[in-house]
């Protein structure tokens, strides 16, 4: 028994450290954590979703399977030749055998990297093109979701989704999934070649099997847990750069450039404590394999060396130097691939974390739906109708309440009141950028809950204060990327709306370059581009929101002229605060608090001495004022 106390302290040792993670795994699963936005969603479940995408290109991952068995002859045969040549050269020296046993451990070799540059091949195109249908998946479900679901979700967070987590899919689809696989087919193959070598030493090595688990279970629980933080503080921190940068100029503007920046170093603290965690838990099992690896070597090269490497039996099995060699490198090749699916499994809990991120966004119902009988509208003439309308954007707090009016075909009805009225809101509800909770809404008498949204937005222009252009050209910006529109259609609605003024004057015309956001153009010169585009595309019902507000007297005189324009074209509902700007509308809506008040021509409500009366003699007064 004495001469197996040196395996029994190593088992000791092993143990010991087994007690310590179980009691360590045992406290932190009844620590209380606070829990997250997203939804925590089970492996099964996970591998489920991600299957869908990797499934049409199941001839391609059956491809490299059948690749990745060839290629790992050598790891299994390896041991073999090299157990073999060591009895050759111990017992009766040939050269020519020699050289035959090294010409096929060479073949073996290039066989085997011959395998793994084309299974990297194959792999890398599929991935690409399961990241290009998920990373298009995703986008398009951004885009199917309602304004309101969107102020909810800051730009960043949905950046990351988009970019960063779908990336790490793409290496688990790419590189871990595979070299998993293929890890596993080497324990497999190089358990099955060590017990038809010697199987009591395969059970002395499985002997550490059950603590390799045990390990990997509680290292599983761990590194999920801060590949979520992970994931959490590049979210904040993207959501945090996203914000800022674009509006920088109103930091420097405030001199706040030193409070964003120790906000920044908050939150980059916070990233960087995660990855330390992140680090440490992994630091921690690479280590613990590493010594079951070294301990098996250890008992492999006792119980061998007890006799010299000669005539040592063991179990019943004589064991004989070229026997002792082959299993020390069966013990790395086994314990290799162990340890290279540690560090893959620590990737491939990057890639689950990361499809929590991702799912959690796909998990998102659109709130603004088509229903099942919902039909595509042609064409409209441009009537519109509130009857009772009700909407609140909080359950409780009414933004409009009881709103009816009508608005005639070709007609252009212009909204009034303070901020807050509901003037914005009417305008959003027609577009059906929200649905309502109470009343109707009819476009030609057809209530638009029956019309498909995209059918229903594509027969509006919508035209708002803060004009929003793409990185591009003019011509991209206006044409939105469509080819049908000639240059000849360009210019004429250029013309149509007074843009030519200033577009006539930029050396490259319709191929001059617009920076993030239009900044290289005007407040007006951005404007009158954005009536441009709502032209060419010849809506049937206009929207004006604010679009005359920050603009120069030059450009509003252009704007104006502009607008007289456009009425003939079809409908126009107009928001606006300078009540100079609607005096000729046919209908003019004065809204509180989201009720009419009272409605009528720019006369008539005059005539009635009410709210729009004052607001009319209020601004009159204040632009006599200023003239003075």
């Known amino acids: 028994m004495r001469e197996y106390l040196p395996i029994l302290f190593v088992g000791a040792v092993v143990g010991t450290f087994s007690l310590v993670f179980l009691i360590v795994w045992y406290l932190d699963r009844h620590r209380k954590t606070v829990p997250d936005f997203d939804r925590h969603i089970p492996d099964g479940e996970i591998i489920r979703r991600l299957m869908k995408y990797a499934l049409p290109y199941k001839k391609e991952f059956l491809l490299v399977l059948v690749i990745m068995l060839a290629s790992i002859a050598y790891d299994l045969a390896s041991p073999l030749i090299i157990g073999a040549i060591e009895e050759l050269i111990k017992d009766s020296f040939e050269p020519s055998a020699l050289l035959r046993w090294v010409a096929l451990y060479a073949g073996i070799l290039i066989v085997s990297m011959v395998c793994t540059y084309f299974q990297a091949i194959i792999l890398q195109r599929t991935g690409q093109k399961i990241l290009s249908a998920l990373r298009q998946d995703l986008f398009t479900h951004i885009e199917s979701l309602s304004h309101e679901q969107l102020n909810k979700i800051p730009v960043g967070k949905l950046v990351t989704r988009v970019t960063n987590d779908t990336n790490a899919i793409s290496m688990m689809f790419t590189n871990v999934l595979v070299n998993m696989a293929k890890n596993a087919f080497i324990v497999v193959g ?101 010594m079951l690896y070294v301990s098996s070597v250890l008992c492999l090269l006792y119980l061998g060396g007890r006799g010299y490497i000669r005539d040592t039996v063991f179990l019943g099995q004589a064991m004989t130097s070229g026997t002792i060699v082959s299993f020390y490198m069966f013990i790395s090749k086994f314990f290799n691939p162990i340890q290279t699916l540690a560090e893959q499994f620590n ?64 007609q252009t009805v212009a909204f009034v009141g303070a901020t807050g009225s509901g003037k914005t809101t009417i305008l959003s509800l027609i577009c059906r950028n929200y649905d309502i909770q109470k009343g109707q809404i009819l476009i030609d008498g057809i209530d638009i809950r029956k019309i498909k949204i995209a059918s229903l937005r594509r027969h509006f222009g919508q035209m708002l204060q803060d004009v929003f252009l793409f990185s591009g050209t003019i011509r991209s910006n206006i044409v939105l990327r469509e080819e049908r529109f000639t240059d000849e259609e360009i210019w004429d609605a250029c013309k149509y709306v007074n843009a030519d003024s200033f577009l006539s004057k930029m050396e490259r015309g319709l191929d001059e370059e617009v920076r993030e956001r239009g900044a290289n153009f005007s407040a007006g010169q951005r404007q009158l581009l954005s009536f441009v585009r709502t032209i060419i595309h010849r809506p049937e019902v206009m929207i004006l929101d604010e679009a005359t507000a920050n603009i120069d007297t030059e450009t509003e005189l252009l704007i104006q002229d502009s607008l007289e324009k456009m009425k003939n074209i079809g409908t126009m509902l107009i928001v606006a605060h300078r009540l100079s700007t609607i005096q000729h509308a046919d209908q003019i809506i004065v809204l509180s608090h989201g009720e009419i008040l009272e409605h009528g021509t720019h006369q008539e409500l005059l005539a009635q001495k009410g709210r729009y009366y004052q607001l009319y003699t209020l601004q009159f007064h204040k632009q006599k004022l200023m003239g003075a």
């Not at 409070?259 to 404590?273: C, E, G, P, T, V």
């Not at 739906?369 to 039909?375: L, M, Q």
Request: net charge neutral; with cysteine.
């Open 190 to 290: 190089v358990l099955a070649a060590m017990l038809m070598l010697n199987y009591a030493l395969t059970l002395m090595i499985l002997c550490f099997v059950p603590f390799l688990v045990l390990f990997t279970v509680i290292f599983r629980t761990f590194t999920r847990k801060v590949h979520r933080v992970v994931k959490d503080r590049t979210t904040d921190i993207n959501t945090y750069l996203s914000e800022n940068l674009s509006g920088i100029k109103i930091t420097q503007v405030f001199n706040q450039e030193g409070r964003k920046m120790d906000d920044f170093l908050s939150k980059s603290a916070a990233l960087k404590k995660a990855k330390q965690n992140q680090i440490l838990v992994f630091g921690i099992f690479r280590p613990m394999v590493y």
């Open 347 to 410: 990737q491939l809990q990057s890639a689950f974390a990361s499809a929590e991120k991702i799912f959690s966004v796909f998990d998102l119902q659109p709130e603004v739906v088509d229903a099942p009988d919902a039909a595509d509208l042609p064409a409209i003439r441009g009537e519109i109708e509130f009857k009772d309308v009700w909407f609140a954007y909080e359950p409780g707090e009414w933004v409009l309440k009881g709103v009816s009016f009508h608005v005639d075909a070709k």
